[in-house]
């Protein structure tokens, strides 16, 4: 796929003739922008082609990922890198006297995802790719992602992010490849004249899929997969009963929004209409592509296909299997629900019980009453199953249908054939604690597949300073296999190596700065601590702690305005999804603390805040590379995995954690030496649950620091927080403190002043830091989805073939 400079650019300016019918000097920004997008897109259609032509004649097995999130942010140079085309395309673009990284800036982020959740989908498509594995996402195209953060007087104000204004250069539409999906009416059994029972439909609607395919590009490798994201449309059909504009309004409103909520359920219709809208297009859209292209019986289907269920949202995706197996196909239900479980395997994403999403039956029923049959006839014969197996209570308790609600975990884990959580801790406490009813039933069906990172975004796409000493040091393997980052580990101790790490910090730092005073006014120096906590705004995360700690160290500095400390910048991230109150709360109370810190004088620079607005992936791009402190200060046992600590230590931040979710991990990979580890364990948390010894308001009576520190949202200390400061003065003292921050208060200060301290030796911290980058490589998701390939999918990477291009 190589391509020389010259006719790189000679390319680019007909491709502006062509669609612009322009001349590169007066074409605008965006112009070029779209037709490098174009070119860049033309290098690899062949590929994309080949690719799914090579698994039609090879009757390769692929999987499907559905998810409700997809969160790739930009894509131009991520498809270059792959492409192997980076470096040429900054070259030639240079020659022409334009900046690479200034006209990637123009690419609107892909923000079809909350958090790390959809970030994760978006990983593995890319590793899946990189990895030759033949696999494809399933989603929803939403006309708007998660919605623009701004800051008006220290609160959270949501914008619409209309992303898909200027067009989306990626994606192709296929109006060809639309599907029809069923939803409300009514439904009942008839005889058909052979006997059958036979659904018959009355009154639904029905909604038009339409597939939108975006290539997946693997890294150099000429495989390139498929994110297929369906959009709503008004059937042909159908024309004459959408006469209305409020009418067609409320139809296409199905697809116009991401639900921007982070693990929390919604109780909405339009929710699970979603979930079922893409769950349908997909499995039917498979299901077409099986009969046409594979051309086996459908009885083989669990050789070739599987399906992977990402978190509760797609797990329609039982039932609706069901639906095609039995009304369509006219299999048995034993044969079909053979097959379905054999097709289906599910992850588990958190252990927070808001999450486990359920719906109520009268809800289900209206809505999508023959997904509502077949749930309760699963539920039927499960119950008559494990009746004569286990105990009445153990079987009423993981039955589907409970209390008047289905429970989608429930449906997910006795519909397919693996459970996974994402880290070890996680998979632990699954079995243990929150699903353990069914690893009585179903043992062998639990498993645990740590979660990764697209290792060449987080490291050669976002931090170029850092790979170029990489590659000047080890050489260049590690940029195809992150495992040879161990290489670095040789260098330990070699001051040369140290400093030049030490550097390309420094310049990533003074980015950062340029654009924290562009965008906030607030000046920062690149010699103090960067010190960083980026992940949606959740009380579980303690972003509060951050600040209770932030505050503390305003006041010693009061107290003695001589205080001898590293100088520090404390860089927040975080949205609040829009009805989450008290995460509002706590934004309001940073922005405010940032106010008055970042203005005081008598501070001197010691300590600044800053909250960045808007944050997503592109701007997780401009932060990750500058930071020298991870923030990952959630209550043991309530991050299921993280995913960002994995992307600050690849880039050499050190670690601040408590053990749980994937930090666990971090730390076995770079020793304790390594990470700062804090807190409370997932078994004392468990222990204080049990015993209901934990007093908030004893440690506030006792601790005069945390008294003080406390007393300060309430006695006027920060200005503008009156019922702010109140709040959260509540929430730890009158509500006993949920998260037991302040039970974790000191040993957090603690660290952080070891961390104070260790940044003093900058020696010491260059090799803390190399250490870390060094043994990131570990948590790459290629190795994260080759494990999902070979213990739960069973399927296998393309042998090496060519295409005709190259
Ligand atoms: C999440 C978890 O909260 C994260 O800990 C995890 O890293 C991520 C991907 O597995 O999934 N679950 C969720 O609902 N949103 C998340 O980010």
Same mark, same amino acid.
């Given at each position: 796929?190589?391509?020389? %400079? ?8 007909? !491709? ?8 590169? /000097? ?16 033309? !290098? ?23 998810? &409700? ?38 690419? %609107? ?64 539409? !296929? ?28 009154? /639904? ?76 297009? =997909? ?55 053979? &097959? ?50 286990? *105990? ?93 980052? $161990? ?22 730092? #003074? ?6 005073? /562009? ?13 960083? #906590? ?20 305003? #006041? ?30 706590? &934004? ?24 960045? *607005? ?89 601790? *005069?620091?945390?008294? !003080? ?52 030796? #900058?020696?010491?911290?260059? $090799? ?8 990131? =490589? ?15 999918? %069973? ?12």
């Amino acid at each position: 796929m190589a391509l020389d %400079k010259e006719v790189f650019k000679e390319e680019l300016k007909q !491709r502006l003739r062509e669609n612009y019918a322009m001349e590169l /000097e007066d074409a605008s920004k965006q112009e070029i922008f779209y037709a490098l997008g174009a070119l860049v897109k033309a !290098r690899y259609s062949d590929a994309w082609r080949d690719t799914w032509k090579y698994y039609v004649d090879k009757h390769k097995k692929q999987v499907y990922y559905f998810s &409700i999130e997809f969160l790739p942010g930009r894509m131009l140079k991520s498809n270059l890198l792959n492409l192997g085309l980076l470096d040429t395309a900054r070259e030639a673009l240079t020659d022409l006297g334009i900046e690479l990284d200034s006209l990637a800036e123009v690419e %609107k982020d892909m923000a079809l995802g909350n958090g790390g959740l959809g970030r994760l989908a978006s990983c593995f498509m890319d590793s899946i790719a990189s990895c030759g594995l033949p696999g494809n996402g399933n989603g929803i195209r939403y006309d708007y992602g998660l919605f623009k953060q701004r800051f008006v007087d220290g609160y959270q104000v949501e914008l619409p992010d209309e992303w898909l204004q200027s067009g989306n250069i990626w994606e192709i539409r !296929r109006e060809s490849k639309a599907v029809d999906v069923r939803v409300g009416g009514r439904v009942y059994l008839a005889e058909t004249i052979e006997g059958k029972l036979k659904p018959v439909y009355e009154n /639904e609607r029905i909604l038009r899929a339409v597939p939108y395919d975006t290539g997946m590009v693997g890294y150099e490798n000429n495989v390139v997969n498929t994110l297929r994201l369906w959009s709503v449309e008004i059937p042909d059909s159908e024309e004459d009963k959408y006469q209305s504009i409020q009418g067609r309004r409320e139809l296409e409103d199905l697809t116009a929004v991401l639900y921007p909520d982070d693990s929390n359920e919604h109780g909405r219709l339009i929710r699970l209409t979603q979930e079922y809208f893409f769950v349908s297009a =997909g499995i039917q859209s498979i299901i077409r592509h099986y009969k046409k292209r594979v051309q086996k019986p459908i009885s083989n289907l669990s050789e070739y296909i599987s399906i992977h269920i990402n978190d509760t949202h797609p797990a329609l995706c039982v039932p609706e299997m069901m639906r095609i197996l039995v009304d369509e196909e006219d299999l048995s239900w034993e044969q079909a629900w053979d &097959i379905t479980g054999k097709v289906m395997s599910y992850t588990n994403h958190t252990i927070m019980a808001e999450a486990l999403e359920k719906w109520s039956i009268d809800l289900m029923r209206r809505t999508l009453p023959r997904m509502y049959q077949i749930i309760e006839e699963i539920d039927a014969r499960y119950v008559q199953t494990m009746r004569e197996l286990h *105990p009445h209570d153990l079987v009423e308790r993981t039955r589907i249908i409970r209390n008047g609600q289905v429970h989608m975990a429930h449906l997910s884990i006795i519909g397919s054939h693996s459970t996974n959580g994402v880290a070890k801790l996680h998979s632990d406490l699954l079995k243990s604690v929150v699903l353990h009813d069914f690893y009585i039933i179903y043992p062998d069906r639990f498993n645990n597949k740590t979660n990764g990172i697209a290792q060449r975004r987080w490291s050669q796409i976002v931090n170029e300073p850092m790979s170029n000493v990489l590659d000047e040091t080890i050489g260049k393997t590690w940029r195809k296999d992150s495992g040879d980052l $161990k290489l670095l580990m040789n260098y330990q101790s070699d001051q040369a190596v140290l400093e030049k790490l030490a550097e390309a910090k420094k310049i990533n730092k #003074q980015v950062l700065a340029d654009y924290i005073l /562009e965008t906030t006014e607030i000046e920062v120096s690149a010699d103090a601590i960067f010190d960083v #906590q980026i992940k949606r705004l959740h009380a579980y995360k303690r972003q509060l702690l951050n600040l209770l700690h932030i505050i503390k160290l305003y #006041q010693d500095i009061k107290e003695n305005p001589d205080l001898d400390m590293q100088k520090r910048v404390f860089i927040f991230g975080a949205k609040a999804a829009p009805s989450y109150h008290y995460a509002k709360v706590i &934004i309001k109370c940073i922005n405010e603390a940032a106010n008055l810190i970042n203005n005081d004088s008598d501070i001197k620079d010691r300590i600044k805040i800053v909250f960045l *607005p808007n944050y997503n992936v592109s701007l997780a791009e401009k932060i990750i590379p500058a930071a020298d402190v991870s923030e990952q200060i959630s209550l043991a046992s309530k991050e299921a995995s993280g995913t960002s600590n994995m992307k600050l230590m690849l880039n050499g931040a050190i670690t601040l954690a408590t053990l749980d979710g994937a930090n666990v991990e971090i730390r076995d990979a770079v020793g304790d030496d390594n990470i700062y580890i804090f807190g409370l364990t997932e078994k004392e948390v468990y222990e204080y649950y049990e015993n209901q010894e934990y007093s908030a308001h004893q440690l506030y009576d006792e601790n *005069p620091i945390i008294r !003080r520190v406390l007393n300060a949202f309430i006695d006027g200390t920060i200005p503008n927080i009156v019922y702010e400061g109140r709040e959260i003065f509540d929430s730890l003292i009158k509500y006993n403190d949920e998260y037991f921050l302040l039970r974790d208060f000191d040993s957090y200060v603690k660290a952080q002043e070891e961390i104070d301290k260790a940044y003093g030796d #900058q020696i010491f911290w260059q $090799k803390m830091s190399l250490i870390n980058i060094a043994n990131g =490589g570990r948590f790459s998701s290629d190795e994260t989805v080759r494990r999902y390939a070979e213990d739960i999918w %069973k399927i296998e990477p393309k042998d090496s073939f060519v295409t005709e291009k190259g």
